[in-house]
């Protein structure tokens, strides 16, 4: 699975939208972009996931660049329980067993 | 509906001991996953069951941990002789079937200390 590299930390204001960058520049062509967040003492939760079209859902918003090699999770109001580390994860259809690899993350701080 | 659980949340044991980690996953996923976090550091990947196989364990560090999943739902993650370094937080997750994008629910984990 190709490497990804994300910032290690991030701040954002409370109601505004936090934007989180990943870079994925090696992603081969049948392979897809996920984004889990893990909250403080819980497991990682899954959030989106896309192939090369922007995909939305009710917790974020996913922009992929039409090249590919990078995306960047949106979500569009925060809020302080939106305090987490996002993984970016790039995840290849392998007969080999679809594990995540989990890179250091993004540590997203929502302020008041 | 009931999420993956494990147990205990907290071990502490001593160096040289044996544990067992208890995973149960959602009902009717096939596919389980371990993974273990270090102290600031993203989850890595240990092995994964399908059914009651393990279908990578590529990930397992030596061969002092061992898993299982006998029936193809709760699974154990045993570790002999464990060494401080063993210390982490061990994740257990599942995930519906065979389609190779299914998204895995995670466990709250297992906060192993070995001192």
């Known amino acids: 699975d190709a490497k990804t590299t994300q910032p290690p930390s991030m701040d954002c204001a409370e109601g505004r939208a936090a934007n989180l960058p990943c870079n994925h520049s090696t992603i081969s062509g049948n392979e897809y972009v996920y984004w889990y967040r893990q909250i403080h003492s819980q497991g990682p939760q899954y959030i989106i996931h896309?192939?090369?079209n922007n995909e939305t859902n009710e917790m974020a918003s996913l922009i992929i660049t039409e090249d590919r090699k990078s995306s960047t999770l949106i979500l569009p109001h925060a809020t302080l329980r939106d305090t987490a580390v996002y993984y970016c994860i790039v995840r290849g259809w392998s007969n080999a067993g679809n594990m995540l690899t989990f890179g250091g993350g993004t540590r997203l701080m929502v302020k008041p | 509906g009931a999420g993956v659980s494990q147990t205990p949340s907290n071990k502490v044991t001593e160096k040289g001991k044996y544990v067992e980690l208890r995973c149960d996953p959602i009902?009717?996923?096939?596919?389980l996953y371990w993974y273990r976090q270090s102290l600031g550091q993203g989850p890595e990947f240990l092995i994964y069951f399908q059914g009651t196989g393990a279908a990578d364990d590529s990930g397992l560090p030596n061969d002092r941990f061992f898993a299982v999943r006998p029936e193809g739902s709760v699974s154990t993650l045993k570790i002999q002789r464990t060494e401080r370094g063993d210390s982490a937080v061990y994740l257990c997750?599942?995930?519906?079937?065979?389609?190779?994008?299914?998204?895995?629910?995670f466990g709250p984990g297992t906060r192993l200390t070995v001192l």
């Open positions: 896309g192939l090369k």
């Open positions: 997750a599942s995930s519906p079937g065979l389609t190779k994008l299914n998204e895995q629910f």
């Open positions: 009902s009717g996923h096939t596919a």
